[in-house]
């Protein structure tokens, strides 16, 4: 049997060829000075820069960091030289791809992802600290058959594991028709071993996102992939020596690698594990890597799985269309007496959907009531904005909006494979009684469909959601008796702290000041603690004794003040997955604003990469901060600056998102109407001095205040 | 790299070790290291072996003018009698060590005070030997199982029952080869009696008999004992501990417990816990009792107790001169007369409880089997008198240094097993809990190179320690999995190589064998008698992997040797088939024929042999190469 050691060496050698011929011949056809980038990202060639601290600009900059790889490979028998060389061989694998986006920076033209953007770095954040992603999984090389490959993949997709392909399996399941993107949590990569340099690269990229791991500290990356990264490796047999190669570097990084490959194959607890039948390969692979799925039994006729959150379903594919634009539409969670509710009683007042048209646009709405002796009405809203998750979370099932502003839509295949309305009301009751068993006692689901029924069930909860934003009306930074801490991120971003007020919600956006009570209140251990504001510093910019005291314990000594409304002095810090950051324009004295989602650049010559490059991972940069987008209108944002006037540029997108709330507040501040429409755009200026035209032609109030620096 | 709490380096630790000398300077009174210089130069010929005096016609001694002794014995036979016999003498004190422990089980009783803490392994033990165990009192069986290990010493006919716990290969080469141990004092006895004067002046047939007496060790006394002291005391598990003098406590009532037999030890620490004798401490101004180990009763006591460690063989002086010990009590093997006198210099009270080891200067208080019923009231007794003594500490000639690391200690083969299991997967048939299988899944394929027992005692020819440290932190880089027991382990401890954090100075392979299974890179297994169980743990890696013990990439280390014991074990190890690595030479250099034998003849009988290199880092990569060699002759 040939040795697994040498299986490496001759896996790597081969791995370093490969990338050499490749690098001499771009550079014969383009020269030394080619530039060399990745689309969409600030960190260069991530898995290069993690590992040996170098920036690299051109071919010849790519040229100088392969020279040094090469002492990565270094052929005796220490498993030490062994993850070297595993980590040499991606270093190599990304030399190979570094030339191909340097003849193209679109190589794959949509056939396979292939490089993936920081900016799906960061979507992936709150889904990783929350375990709706319990882990990642790469598949490479055909399965046995074209059934098997997209039964495992659905298996792990089921499960909320994040797939990706490399390699044949990638045909496999296109032939089988199979959805597939980074949506649905399923990205085939590519068509060759060298595309795993993209996957390291992502998981480097979150290192440093999330974990503000240094390029160059070695130790601690592989601490944090280690610890935090739960991925695991899958590949059918054949396993050759430089797929071994990889596995070599996967497991230096923590990644077990599944196979069934038995010949010159050397099993190692945990690391290579060879297991025959495939069809077993899914709980195999969890229990090699520790990772435990939190297990929703639901029945209804489709799968239920975190995976299917980012499915889209188009108007060919749709069944029903439940469109809150045109009909009534409504979601709400109820206190009720508990003699009132009947435990899963799922009750539907209306026609069901096979009743209607196929392709059919209809009102539709969903109460649930709950009682329980620690439940208090501020939960309620906290339960209702997740029906969002819950419902998208259904294979075949597509929801938006929140409140009474709904689009459900239902795809023909969930019908066809015997969906009806009641098993919204079994998600839901599954959903609500296993996420919040400490309040929820009982639960009962009301779906109406009835166009009558519907009309009066809105308008009554309109009075619920009118008093309820009464209360949150009043419910201000300053009526509050207390904070609330969030560290949910620090499973991934050790050092850094929220800190959540009513006016300032969490940066991730998913965190709002009920959440985090709510949170408090169902697990007093957990993520979200009490803190105090007793002892005030300064209202003014928002500091506090007992916030600072506790910001700079729970992010172990890494901090040790934070304001909550400057963006200058000490800054509140971010994990990496914030929805939007924010930086400081000089020309305007303003600052920019830039949402995840946008793509293109920003008058500060910084895309949201590269904004989003200058902090996260608990690190403190004045002048850039990461936030959620309600904040944006918050009375608090950038208080101590001068408040949202301050905001200069925003993605159109955003800004259209953000006007009905900043509007009134911007009126009340500053007393001028449609504040939005003087903010400046993408559509209007990419640069600073046709944005600053057009922020004199609007008279925007930035003009007229102090300057920031 | 994460900070880190430091280890303690050899310098700290020997400059722990001067200050404390100073105080000895103060008082007047010598320590080893000035014993050693006077006894330097050592006489030659007792060194090289070639000094017989074991009748009174001599004593005779081989020179170049004088090749033969006045009865015609040439060098070999010299040496080769002296080496046997101190075989027979360290075979003799385990084992003996083993003998009293199987009374105390014969004394076991419900009402204690000693009774059955592992009634499972004491069945086990019970079936292996065909002793009876349904429905009969475990005490019963206790009682037949301690008759049946007693007769072991001196059954006249058939050879020792846990031989048959070896391979097939190797109990057919001990068969075969006539290193089958016959009853355990039979073969002191031969031993005692072959090198008697006039008889056997061969020195193979004498170093054939060094391998079957320390078979009886190994295979006899100490797997007895090991066995006993786990059926009555509990098999250990892992626990977390301290080890170094600074686990002295200022403002308690220090009491050390120092040698080899567990069930004095055992009573001490029950007393100890005791809330009538806590109050009575602090009614006597103390804040608690602390209770350390010395040598491998702390070994046992922290398996069991996690009873912190104050340190190995060479600390006991030391111990002593922090000033702040209210009592050392000890029990047998390798109690330094000289504490006797330096007693007199402090407070301290030195207690002596066997009949076997008394020494001039202590107090007796006896402890034995026959008095089993008393044993714990005698041990509140001692304790009560160790408190009474606080009040005359001379805080003035206090010192305690202040190192001491973090321990994980208590890994017995079955715990072994158990944090093996952890490592595998319920999914994949072919992967069995309860079998050493991930073990040998690490090293075949390369990850951990192999595993070496580090073990055996401090000797003053070396610097204290130094050998111990240096080649397990090589081999450690190297990722070779380490065994330790005896003072090896203590010099590790003392180093913090037992701590769970030691695996980041290891080479990539051992410290992710440590991340995965959630060990520390140098696992304790307890005392000097304890070597018996790794070979046990040999002999079933051997069997799980489907090869000879003389094939694995396993070898013994014992750098820093002294005793008679080390002797017999490094004979039995070797008779087990694994290579004995020794820092120290045995007496025997002034035959060559006795040095042929012991490092290449025993090879052709057992398939193992001693590679001998009194300088550490020689000999640690001498153990490397020869673990890749066998890696090698296994195509891995």
Redesign the interface.
């Known amino acids: 049997?040939k040795?697994?050691?040498d299986r490496v060496f001759d896996g790597a050698d081969e791995m370093y060829a490969l990338a050499q011929k490749t690098l001499d011949e771009t550079i014969a056809e383009l020269g030394e000075s080619a530039p060399v980038a990745m689309p969409n990202t600030a960190y260069g060639l991530a898995t290069i820069s993690a590992y040996l601290a170098k920036q690299v600009n051109n071919l010849g900059d790519l040229k100088a960091a392969f020279e040094e790889a090469k002492t990565w490979n270094v052929h005796e028998?220490?498993?030490?030289n062994?993850?070297n060389m595993g980590k040499g061989t991606f270093m190599a694998a990304e030399v190979i791809e570094a030339c191909k986006y340097a003849k193209d920076p679109d190589p794959y033209k949509g056939e396979y992802h292939g490089h993936l953007s920081d900016a799906e770095v960061r979507e992936l954040g709150v889904p990783l600290v929350t375990d709706d992603i319990p882990g990642f999984v790469v598949i490479y090389n055909p399965a046995p058959s074209d059934e098997e490959a997209v039964e495992l993949v659905k298996g792990y997709q089921t499960r909320g594991i994040f797939v990706f392909l490399l390699g044949g399996v990638i045909d496999q399941v296109k032939r089988q028709g199979m959805n597939f993107g980074f949506n649905v949590r399923v990205v085939a990569v590519g068509p060759d071993i060298w595309q795993v340099a993209h996957i390291i690269s992502f998981v480097y990229r979150a290192a440093m996102i999330f974990g503000a791991v240094q390029p160059g500290d070695k130790?601690?990356f592989d601490?944090y992939t280690?610890y935090r990264i739960h991925a695991f490796v899958n590949v059918f047999d054949p396993v050759t020596d430089i797929v071994v190669a990889c596995g070599a570097g996967a497991i230096?990084m923590g990644f077990p690698v599944i196979t069934d490959d038995e010949k010159d194959m050397?099993?190692?607890?945990?690391?290579?594990?060879?297991?025959k039948?495939t069809k077993?390969w899914i709980?195999?692979s969890l229990?090699?890597r520790d990772i435990k799925i939190k297990i929703t039994n639901i029945d209804i006729p489709v799968a239920f799985s975190t995976a299917f959150e980012g499915e889209i379903v188009r108007k060919n594919d749709m069944r029903l269309d439940i469109d809150g634009s045109k009909y009534d539409t409504f979601e709400l969670v109820r206190t009720a007496e508990s003699h009132l509710i009947e435990d899963h009683r799922i009750e539907l007042i209306g026609k069901d959907i096979d009743e209607f048209e196929e392709g059919e646009s209809i009102g539709f709405g969903m109460i649930a009531e709950v009682c329980g002796k620690d439940m208090q009405s501020d939960f309620e809203p906290v339960f209702e904005r997740n029906f969002h998750n819950f419902i998208n979370c259904i294979e075949g099932v597509m929801h938006t909006g929140q409140r009474d502003v709904l689009r459900i839509r239902i795809a023909k295949s969930a019908f066809d494979a015997g969906f009806r309305f009641q098993h919204i009301g079994e998600v839901l009751y599954a959903k609500i009684k296993s996420e919040y068993e400490a309040v929820v006692d009982k639960c009962q689901v009301t779906l109406i469909t009835d166009p009558e029924k519907l009309h009066e069930a809105r308008l009554e909860a309109k009075k619920v959601y009118d008093k309820r934003d009464e209360r949150l009306g009043t419910m201000t930074d300053e009526t509050v008796e207390v904070f609330y801490n969030c560290i949910l991120c620090q499973s991934f971003s050790p050092a850094h702290v929220c800190i959540v007020t009513p006016e300032r919600l969490g940066l991730c956006g998913a965190v709002s000041w009920l959440d985090a009570k709510a949170t408090n209140q169902l697990n007093p251990t957990g993520p979200c603690q009490i803190v105090t504001k007793d002892r005030v510093v300064d209202e003014n910019i928002g500091i506090w004794e007992d916030v600072n005291e506790n910001v700079f314990k729970c992010s172990h000594g890494n901090l040790e003040q934070v304001t909550l409304y400057s963006i200058m002095v000490d800054p509140m810090t971010s994990c990496g997955c914030f929805e939007c950051i924010c930086g400081i324009e000089p020309f305007s004295q303003g600052v920019v604003i830039v949402n995840r989602e946008h793509q293109g650049m920003t008058p500060l010559g910084m895309s949201f990469p590269e904004m989003a490059s200058m902090t996260g991972g608990g690190v403190q940069t004045p002048g850039f901060m990461g936030h959620g987008k309600q904040f944006i209108s918050s009375r608090k944002f950038m208080k101590a600056e001068g408040g949202p006037g301050r905001i200069v540029w925003m993605p159109k997108e955003l800004k259209d998102l953000v006007r009905p709330k900043l509007d009134p507040v911007a009126k009340e501040l500053y007393g001028i109407d449609d504040f939005t429409d003087k903010i400046a755009d993408e559509t209007v200026a990419e640069e600073a001095e046709a944005m600053m035209d057009f922020l004199s032609e609007n008279g925007h109030p930035v003009l007229e205040m102090e300057p920031l620096i | 790299?994460?900070e880190m709490k430091p280890f303690t380096t050899i310098e700290e630790m020997e400059a722990d070790t001067a200050r404390l000398k100073e105080i000895a300077c103060e008082l007047c009174i010598d320590t080893y290291e000035d014993r050693k210089k006077q006894q330097e130069p050592h006489c030659k010929f007792g060194e090289d072996g070639i000094c017989c005096r074991i009748c009174s016609m001599g004593p005779c001694r081989v020179t170049p003018k004088g090749q033969y002794g006045i009865c015609g014995a040439d060098a070999h036979a010299i040496a080769g009698r002296h080496y046997l016999r101190m075989a027979a003498a360290g075979s003799a004190a385990h084992s003996d060590h083993a003998r009293e422990i199987a009374h105390v089980l014969h004394k076991t009783n419900a009402n204690g005070p000693y009774t059955i803490k592992d009634p499972d392994k004491l069945i086990a033990n019970a079936k292996e030997w065909g002793i009876e165990t349904e429905d009969r009192d475990i005490y019963d069986i206790a009682h037949e199982v301690a008759e049946v290990g007693l007769m072991e010493f001196g059954k006249p006919f058939g050879t020792l029952r846990y031989l048959e716990r070896g391979t097939e290969e190797r109990q057919k080469v001990w068969d075969a080869e006539g290193i089958a141990p016959r009853a355990i004092d039979r073969e002191i006895s031969t031993s005692l009696h072959m090198t008697n004067m006039g008889n056997t002046a061969d020195a193979e047939v004498l170093v054939r008999q060094s391998l079957r007496v320390g078979m009886a060790d190994g295979w006899g006394g100490s797997m007895m004992g090991t066995d006993f002291t786990d059926i009555l005391f509990g098999t250990p598990t892992v626990r977390s501990t301290e080890g170094n003098l600074g686990v002295l406590e200022e403002n308690q009532v220090n009491i050390i417990v120092h040698g080899h037999d567990p069930s004095f030890s055992e009573m001490i620490v029950l007393a100890a816990e005791s809330k009538e004798l806590l109050d009575y401490a602090k009614s006597k101004g103390a804040q608690g009792i602390n209770i350390a180990g010395l040598c491998c009763t702390a070994n046992e006591a922290t398996m069991r107790h996690g009873v912190r460690m104050a340190g190995n063989f060479l600390q006991q002086e030391n111990a002593l001169l922090t000033g702040a010990v209210e009592m050392m009590a000890v029990d047998v093997q390798c109690i330094f007369p000289a504490l006797g006198r330096l007693q007199e210099c402090f407070h301290t009270k030195f207690i002596t409880t066997s009949p076997i080891c008394r020494i001039p200067g202590s107090e007796y208080i006896e402890f034995t089997a026959d008095d089993a019923e008393h044993a714990y009231e005698k041990a509140k007794a001692l304790v009560k008198s160790a408190i009474d003594n606080y009040e005359n500490r001379d805080r003035s000639k206090v010192f305690i240094p202040e190192h001491r690391q973090d321990a994980t200690v208590g890994y017995p083969t079955v715990q072994i097993i158990k944090e093996?299991d952890g490592?595998?997967?319920?999914?994949?048939i072919?992967?069995p809990r309860g079998s050493y299988k991930?073990a040998i899944?690490?090293i075949?394929?390369?990850?951990l190179?192999g595993a070496v027992a580090m073990v055996g005692c401090n000797n003053p020819k070396v610097r204290a320690d130094y050998s111990h440290i240096e080649i397990m932190k090589e081999l450690m880089a190297?990722?070779i999995l380490i065994v330790g027991s005896g003072c090896a382990s203590q010099a590790a401890t003392k180093a913090g190589l037992l701590r769970m954090d030691a695996k980041e100075i290891c080479?990539?392979?051992l410290k992710?064998v440590c991340?995965?299974?959630g060990i520390p890179p140098v696992l304790h297994m307890g005392a000097c008698v304890d070597i018996s169980r790794m070979m046990l743990l040999v002999t079933s890696i051997a069997k799980d992997w489907g090869v000879e013990t003389t094939q694995l990439p396993i070898v013994g280390c014992a750098p820093e040797w002294m005793s008679e014991k080390a002797v017999a074990i490094a004979n039995y190890v070797v008779a087990t088939g694994i290579d004995v690595y020794l820092g120290i030479e045995p007496q025997v250099k002034g035959s060559t024929q006795m040095m042929e034998l012991i490092t290449e003849g025993t090879r052709p009988i057992c398939g193992a042999g001693y590679v001998i290199n009194k300088d550490p880092h020689e000999l640690v990569q001498s153990i490397i190469a020869g673990i890749e060699k066998k890696r090698e002759a296994l195509?891995?």
């Open positions: 049997m040795k697994l050691f028998p220490r498993l030490t062994i993850f130790w601690e601490d280690y230096a050397w099993r190692v607890p945990k690391s290579i594990l060879i297991q039948d077993d709980e195999t229990e090699a | 790299m994460k093996l490592v595998t997967n319920s999914h994949i072919d992967d991930p899944e690490a075949k394929s390369g990850v190179r190297n990722d080479g990539d392979g992710r991340t995965l299974v195509g891995i």
